[in-house]
């Protein structure tokens, strides 16, 4: 009888060996076969035509057609901050370097696009990804600071500023990348935006009181009109691929050439303003070039993601590009896509929080 249990014992005991190898296995195919996947390419219903290209001083843009885009129901942020449907403030419960509010007070959904700086208030910001927000809401959003110098009140609200230069949006889109997958939101990197900010001013040759962003941007106004002068772009145009060289610099995509032409001034900005970083301006690049771009783009992998607003998203990723698709009622609101930057080490985000309110801080004027 002893000996019948023994063998009964043994018998489970072979039973769960077996059974748990099975299940690693299972495991072990299970992940390979996420591993292998083949990436989701980006699908934009009725496909996107590059247009013949414009350029100037250095800089190269392809405009971007699109058919079939559906007719949107949100405002920019322009809009919505000129018709005062929206406010934009510091949180209620106590400033923080790396979240505001915004009220819309509105019945019409706003778009915020990544990149989009905000002025006043404690500090200036710059919005780290696209978000759709509802009417009649109240949502936190996810920033970064691009003025280091300053953590003084000047004013209740923020205003538009510029856009981030596209090398900084570029590598936004890939800090917050990184951060979503590892579970630390929506942010950005705050040092390495300290960092960016310092560089353009440098390269620019502005010396700015409070390290703004906004100081080295506004310092090329008269060059950056240069480039507006040169760059109106066909009505029916619904974004835009850009180089200096043979250099991707970026690209917009958005739902139709209306919301695109509201941005489209601050857009082309971003883009020339790296092309004024360089000690000469490159040559025209080719078709071939945008074309190549846009291809990488579209096939990179696409990660689904849930976006801090309305709609769904995606991150562009691969080891050329990065970048992010917000839908909206299953139609790209938004498509931004850059190549690949370096990765930067980043501290701790609380250390950054409290080395921003505790440095000693220059005059604002």
């Known amino acids: 009888m002893h000996g019948k249990r023994i063998l009964s014992l043994l018998w489970i005991g072979a039973l769960a060996v077996a059974l748990l190898a099975a299940i690693a296995a299972c495991d072990r195919s299970a992940s390979r076969g996420r591993a292998n996947a083949a990436p989701a390419p980006v699908n ?11 350029y100037y001083a250095g800089l190269t843009v392809f405009p ?7 007719t949107v129901e949100y405002k920019t ?3 919505a901050l000129a018709d005062g449907t929206v406010e934009i403030r510091e949180l209620d419960q106590g400033a923080s370097v790396p979240e505001l509010q915004v ?9 915020i696009i990544g990149g989009e700086e905000l002025v006043g208030a404690k500090q200036n910001r710059i919005v780290n990804t696209t978000l759709i927000l509802d009417g009649n809401s109240k949502t936190t959003i996810p920033v970064s600071c691009v003025e280091h110098g300053r953590w003084t009140q000047v004013s209740d609200t923020f205003d538009k500023g510029e856009m981030a230069s596209a090398g900084m949006r570029a590598a936004n889109a890939a800090g917050v990348q990184k951060s979503v997958k590892q579970g630390g939101g929506y942010a950005a ?5 300290w960092n960016d900010v310092e560089k353009l001013n440098e390269d620019l040759g502005v010396s700015s009181g409070t390290s703004a962003m906004n100081d080295g941007i506004k310092a090329q106004e008269e060059k950056l009109a240069g480039f507006a002068a040169a760059f109106k772009l066909d009505a029916s145009a619904a974004g835009y691929i850009a180089f200096a060289g043979d250099k991707a610099l970026g690209m917009d995509l ?3 050439p209306q919301v695109f032409r509201h941005k489209w001034d601050e857009l082309l900005k971003s883009v020339a303003i790296e092309v004024l970083r360089l000690d000469k301006a490159p040559p025209a690049a080719a078709m071939s070039a945008a074309s190549a ?14 976006p801090p607003g309305l709609g769904s998203a995606q991150h562009i990723s691969s080891d050329e590009v990065v970048g992010n698709v917000v839908r909206y009622k299953n139609d790209i609101a938004h498509l931004s896509a850059f190549p690949a930057p370096e990765e930067q080490d980043e501290p701790d985000p609380d250390t950054l929080q409290q080395q921003q309110m505790n440095e000693p801080l220059r005059s604002v004027e």
């Open 64 to 70: 971007l057609y699109r058919k079939n885009a559906q």
């Open 103 to 111: 009220v819309n007070k509105g019945s019409d959904k706003v778009i």
């Open 189 to 193: 990197g705050q040092q390495r935006v």
């Open 293 to 306: 771009f846009l291809d990488k783009a579209l096939n990179s992998a696409a990660e689904e993601y849930a």
């Open 44 to 54: 934009v219903s009725g496909g996107i035509t590059i247009g013949e290209p414009v």
């Open 254 to 256: 958005f739902a139709t």
């Open 77 to 79: 942020l322009d809009e």
